[in-house]
């Protein structure tokens, strides 16, 4: 059988088939896996502790309130003297907060202010907007007292040996004026976590350094260390910038190193594509290991979590956007766990779209909106993974599920930034 020139051909080498990309939900299970918390206690004082998170639970030594007292400014009265709205009460004392009265006598009413014990025999408060004084030391109360009105019972907002506030709990101002309320001067907190924060490419400079005027032909501004350093800021961590590695594998595996001492997680914007320029990837092999690569969403598909050293690995895109939105969705998380906090969540909420977006995407799409005074959502127009100004613009994240559009009047979930950004 004669062969023809084709049959002779040496075959081409078989397209290496690409892993499927991750879904988000399975890739942020994945990496909180990996976020054990932080060993160690620091004890802060509670002044400085909002953001941080509790490492035991707060146990009530006292009751709050320690004794009944009164929520008003009023009358101590016993309901049993009243008949009408003729009676006359004797006023025979008057007690303010931060002192104590005398057991009340029948037909007498005692002058109390607002967080003053209740008097021994009294069984209510009638405020003073209820009250008639008659003479020097009368009153007649203008409606029937009822028992047990205006007073606040001993140990209602907190009973002593009750935990007040539970381990893993971040803190909040209303948290630490709770704390304090129990007599907590200093709080046991999880250990800051320690960043070691750089960016990578050649194309990169700082603001200060260049003058608009004078930006090289290709080279742009580092916006993403500056949001990047003000997010870890916000969540109680420990930075150090390392600035900006050029886009060569010796200096990136040089900085990953130097970055593994001393830092539980590295944080890196840039190089976590497949261009040739990209050298995250194998920087971080050659030095540990690399455990998540690549998720479907949009934007922010580019994302690396891996280990070097004893140092957690996490690399976001290059893009601001995608990076903004990378940090938020699954970085924020991860440091939340790595702090002890169990509920890390996402939370979104339904509200309308007020637009149109028929799009559909077959990744998962975080797009970004804002509320309108008719209480739904507008759509920034440039939906662009380099366009940070559509998260200046806007106050949150519309999660708009793969192969999905959306009609105007739709139902959307969306995530609001407060709830990201705290």
């Not at 032909?217 to 930075?239: E, M, T, W």
């Not at 690995?313 to 002890?340: A, E, W």
Request: glycine letters at 10%; a negative charge; hydrophobic letters at 45%.
């Amino acid at each position: 059988m004669t062969m023809s020139p084709a049959d002779t051909k040496p075959s081409s080498p078989a397209t290496p088939v690409r892993a499927p990309l991750k879904p988000l939900d399975q890739a942020l299970a994945e990496l909180l896996a990996q976020a054990t918390p932080l060993p160690g206690i620091e004890s802060v004082f509670t002044f400085e502790a909002d953001g941080r998170v509790l490492a035991q639970d707060l146990v009530s030594a006292l009751n709050v309130p320690g004794h009944d007292n009164s929520a008003m400014d009023g009358y101590a009265v016993r309901c049993a003297d009243w008949a009408d709205a003729t009676t006359l009460l004797q006023v025979n004392q008057r007690i303010a907060a931060g002192s104590s009265g005398q057991a009340l006598a029948a037909m007498s009413a005692a002058r109390i202010f607002t967080g003053a014990p209740i008097p021994s025999g009294a069984d209510a408060v009638v405020m003073q907007e209820d009250c008639q004084t008659v003479g020097a030391d009368g009153v007649r109360l203008l409606v029937p007292p009822q028992p047990g009105q205006w007073i606040r019972r001993q140990g209602e907002d907190v009973a002593a040996g009750s935990v007040v506030l539970q381990r893993g709990k971040r803190l909040d101002p209303a948290a630490l004026g709770l704390a304090a309320s129990i007599g907590f001067a200093q709080l046991p907190l999880a250990p800051r976590v320690r960043v070691a924060l750089f960016s990578t490419g050649d194309e990169l400079v700082m603001p200060g350094d260049v003058a608009p005027a004078d930006l090289p032909a290709g080279a742009i501004y580092n916006s993403n260390r500056f949001f990047l350093r003000a997010l870890l800021l916000r969540l109680g961590c420990v930075v150090t910038d390392m600035g900006i590695v050029p886009d060569r594998l010796d200096a990136t595996v040089a900085a990953l190193k130097d970055a593994s001492a001393g830092h539980d997680l590295i944080l890196t914007s840039g190089g976590v594509s497949v261009g040739e320029e990209d050298h995250i990837k194998p920087a971080v092999q050659a030095l540990g290991q690399l455990n998540l690569w690549q998720i479907a969403i949009k934007p922010g598909k580019p994302f690396a979590y891996g280990e070097v050293g004893s140092a957690h690995f996490i690399g976001l895109p290059g893009n601001p956007v995608s990076s903004f939105v990378t940090f938020l969705l699954l970085v924020r998380p991860f440091l939340l766990r790595l702090q002890g906090m169990t509920d890390v969540a996402t939370k979104s909420i339904a509200i309308p779209a007020h637009f149109d977006w028929a799009r559909a995407d077959k990744r998962r799409e975080f797009l970004r909106v804002r509320r309108n005074p008719a209480g739904g959502l507008e759509l920034f127009a440039n939906q662009s993974s380099g366009v940070l100004t559509s998260a200046v613009w806007g106050d949150g994240l519309v999660d708009n599920p793969a192969g999905q559009s959306i009609a105007h009047g739709d139902m959307v979930q969306f995530i609001p930034f407060s709830a990201l950004l705290s």
